[in-house]
């Protein structure tokens, strides 16, 4: 019998950490849809601000990429668990560097603390509605780096959801990777000298492009979180199925003793009933 106390106390615990693996798978979903329609706002917005800028680097080649600076990088990682080898991940493509590295999420900590000694770590996004919150320290850890050591030549490593590895970006200098397109027609109008209007364009770019990535790697986390869940809900249920056959067998085998010992109480009454009307 106590045996089969404990398995039901096991298979009771199991139902409950199932049922709580499935809100948090659940939650997970949830999070994909919203960031979803988020993303797609952003992908145009990055589009738009780079068209400007290929129109604007036409008439004045002279703000193409300049010198780079400091090398930085930022790795975008998670700040919670249930997310398999999210993180891992990205070790692989991480560049080699002696510049700051900046790790967004705590979850990064123990991959990279070892080996970068110029590591900032920043908190990272549990939900959606954090990510501004986020995009606001991480600028700020920038612009500071910007008055220590000057100009910055800045590369950000994340996981975007519709790529098997991770991407490594680099987004200042500035439009770098823009192809080179001939002056066609009259100059843009602009309302600013050419220096002031790059400049507030280069920010608008830096700002749209990593809140772009910050949601982008978020909505990548939550479906490697709904992955790993559905496997682990499935190797639970498969668990609690295991034990539901070994109490049915248990409690057949006890049915069984019971009945066995039924019979064995009623044979010595049988004997008495029938002694007295034998010859």
């Known amino acids: 019998m106590s045996r089969r106390h404990d398995l039901e106390w096991q298979r009771h615990q199991l139902n409950d950490l199932n049922k709580i693996?499935?809100?948090i798978k659940a939650l997970a979903f949830m999070e994909t849809r919203k960031i979803g329609n988020m993303i797609s706002n952003l992908h145009g917005l990055v589009q738009q601000i780079e068209?400007?800028?290929a129109t604007f680097l036409a008439f004045h080649p002279e703000f193409r990429a300049k010198q780079p600076g400091t090398t930085v990088t930022v790795v975008?990682?998670?700040e919670r668990g249930f997310c398999g080898d999210f993180n891992e991940r990205l070790l692989p493509?991480?560049?080699?560097?002696d510049g700051p590295v900046i790790a967004v999420g705590r979850k990064l900590e123990a991959l990279l603390a070892e080996h970068h000694d110029h590591l900032t770590l920043l908190p990272g996004s549990n939900i959606a509605e954090e990510t501004s919150d986020v995009l606001g320290k991480l600028t700020d850890t920038l612009a500071s780096l910007s008055r220590e050591v000057g100009s910055l030549s800045l590369s950000v490593l994340y996981q975007a959801d519709n790529r098997e590895a991770p991407t490594l970006t680099a987004l200042l200098p500035p439009f770098a990777n823009l192809p080179a397109q001939p002056a066609r027609g009259l100059p843009p109008y602009l309302n600013l000298s050419p220096t002031e209007f790059f400049a507030g364009l280069t920010e608008q770019y830096v700002l749209a492009s990593l809140n772009r990535m910050l949601y982008s790697a978020l909505l990548a986390e939550n479906h490697r979180r709904v992955q790993h869940l559905e496997g682990a809900v499935r190797h639970l249920q498969e668990n609690v199925s295991t034990l539901g056959q070994k109490l049915n067998t248990l409690r057949q085998e006890e049915i069984?003793?019971?009945i066995e010992v039924i019979l064995l109480s009623a044979e010595p009454d049988s004997e008495a009933t029938e002694s007295p009307g034998r010859p």
């Open 21 to 23: 693996l499935g809100s």
């Open 51 to 53: 068209n400007a800028a």
């Open 76 to 78: 975008i990682g998670s």
């Open 93 to 97: 493509v991480l560049p080699v560097t």
């Open 256 to 258: 069984t003793e019971e």
